[in-house]
């Protein structure tokens, strides 16, 4: 489907070679040629579309030129302002429809809609809340008053705290705003990366006491699943720190047992929808930890993919980069693999910054040098024209998540997304979503969206959106044999939507 880089350097110097340089009007031909070769070098750009993709690739090509000519282009808005009007695009109607592969770059903590999380499990038995001194919220599930713990000393039943209050449905959005990040006006909001990134990690710590709650934990996970299949995904590779999980009696699981109910989980998923791939598990530690617990978290994850081949797909450092420490700080730890003999493959978060020229620009790559399997976000890559070949030449997909990007105050409007130039270059990429529940999003058509029509522009096309669900699978951590079966199933997804939407 798309040509090797050295095929392609050698037809474009032959094109240049053909190109006669003169100050009269320049041939049309050769400059026709030249357009050509130059779209075919983009994401999709070698794509062989059939006559009934031509047809709606035709149609979509007129939708955007809509959406481009009117007064407020989305992309170029604040996801928390655009996206009621993105769910009026038909643009996004399609896009919805469309089989999109899997979903590559997912933290546990985010999969579902925090709706979900306080229609259901906040009206669970048992379960406490308190504030904290910064009016941050943490939830925690208990058969008795729970001792004051994570600067909580006042803790209330949530069943209780209901009854005294005249409308629920205002105390239930409350809740919401502690687990996530929309707000209407997000510009007064967060007005600048430190602000967004505080309310981050504070809603991820409010999510957690749900989530690791043993119960919570299997209906969680599976409600995750339907989510993702729901929007046409197939496949999930989640980030996942494993945090123990606890009981009502405070009864503590290890990792182990978390990862059997994940295992559980899954093909119990599979079973009741048997057009479902299934899902991994890349573990995860935070960079603000020290070189030690890394090399034990290492060493851990090492263990756990022995005995979980089939559920650990790698190992991943999460966290904000610009305050957390740089990959080159664990290399000692991410160099135990080597020294021991055996194999873990990582999936870095590298390059999630604009801080041009600091150490934690040299995450990406650091990445590279310790053979990550792919990119997460790469926002800086444009900007390392040796890291960017070498990712190219090594097949290294980045995983883009551009409303993630945009949220979390890197970029404003999506034209000028760095993954602009890689996706005129055709460089591998996925699309994922991050976090959706922080950014009221499930699955990955809010995405999508934001990359095809503000990061891709008009020159993006259907074929654009082909290769990007096809990659999805292409750059996963599935063994060969189920990627043959996972594209194969997805390319029977992706002819039915093109008949029944031509």
Avoid at 228 to 255: A, C, V
Avoid at 258 to 267: A, F, G, S
Avoid at 455 to 474: M, W
Wanted: net charge negative; proline share 5%; charged share 25%.
């Amino acid at each position: 489907m798309v040509l090797s880089l050295l095929q392609a350097v050698v037809t474009y110097v032959s094109l240049l070679w053909f190109v006669r340089v003169t100050d009269a009007m320049p041939d049309p031909t050769q400059r026709e040629m030249l357009m050509r070769q130059e779209a075919s070098l983009q994401t999709g750009g070698r794509v062989i579309l059939t006559p009934a993709e031509q047809k709606m690739d035709a149609y979509l090509h007129q939708l955007k030129e809509q959406e481009i000519s009117v007064a407020q282009f989305l992309p170029a808005i604040h996801f928390f302002k655009a996206k009621p009007l993105i769910e009026k695009s038909s643009i996004f109607k399609l896009l919805q429809k469309m089989p999109k592969g899997a979903a590559l770059h997912i933290h546990k903590s985010t999969l579902v809609s925090a709706e979900w999380l306080v229609k259901n499990v906040t009206y669970r038995p048992n379960c406490y809340i308190c504030f904290t001194w910064d009016n941050s919220a943490r939830f925690f599930f208990s058969d008795r008053q729970p001792f004051p713990r994570w600067d909580c000393f006042y803790w209330q039943l949530l069943e209780t705290l209901r009854a005294k209050i005249g409308d629920p449905t205002k105390f239930d959005n409350s809740l919401m705003q502690h687990l996530t990040l929309f707000t209407e006006d997000p510009d007064r909001e967060y007005p600048n990366q430190d602000v967004v990134w505080e309310k981050f990690e504070k809603a991820f710590i409010a999510a957690a006491g749900l989530i690791t709650y043993a119960p919570v934990l299997r209906d969680y996970f599976y409600k995750g699943l339907e989510e993702l299949l729901r929007d046409n995904i197939m496949y999930l590779e989640l980030r996942s720190g494993l945090s123990r999980t606890y009981e009502l009696d405070g009864t503590i699981h290890d990792k182990v047992w978390t990862l059997k109910i994940v295992q559980e989980v899954v093909e119990k998923f599979k079973a009741d929808h048997p057009d479902f791939l299934g899902a991994r598990i890349i573990i995860s530690v935070n960079r603000a930890l020290g070189v030690s617990e890394v090399k034990a978290a290492v060493k851990e994850a090492v263990q756990l993919q022995k005995d979980f081949p089939d559920v650990v797909a790698g190992f991943d450092m999460v966290g904000r980069e610009d305050s957390g420490r740089s990959l080159w700080y664990f290399r000692e730890a991410l160099s135990l693999p080597t020294e021991l003999g055996v194999t873990l493959p990582y999936f870095f978060h590298a390059g999630e910054t604009d801080d041009d020229g600091t150490d934690v620009d040299q995450n990406i790559l650091d990445a590279l040098l310790f053979n990550t399997s792919r990119i997460g976000h790469g926002y800086a890559l444009a900007h390392h024209p040796l890291a960017k070949e070498l990712s190219r030449r090594r097949n290294v997909a980045v995983e883009l998540c551009p409303i993630s990007n945009q949220v979390l105050k890197l970029v404003s409007d999506l034209r000028n997304h760095p993954a602009t130039v890689l996706m005129s270059e055709g460089h591998p990429l996925v699309i994922s979503s991050d976090d959706p529940s922080m950014f009221g999003t499930t699955g990955l058509s809010y995405d999508f969206y934001e990359a095809f029509v503000g990061i891709g522009g008009l020159k993006a096309n259907l074929g654009t959106l082909k290769e990007l669900a096809a990659n999805s699978i292409r750059y996963s951590s599935l063994p060969a044999h189920l990627k043959e079966t996972g594209l194969a199933l997805w390319q029977r997804q992706w002819d039915a939507f093109i008949v029944a939407n031509s």
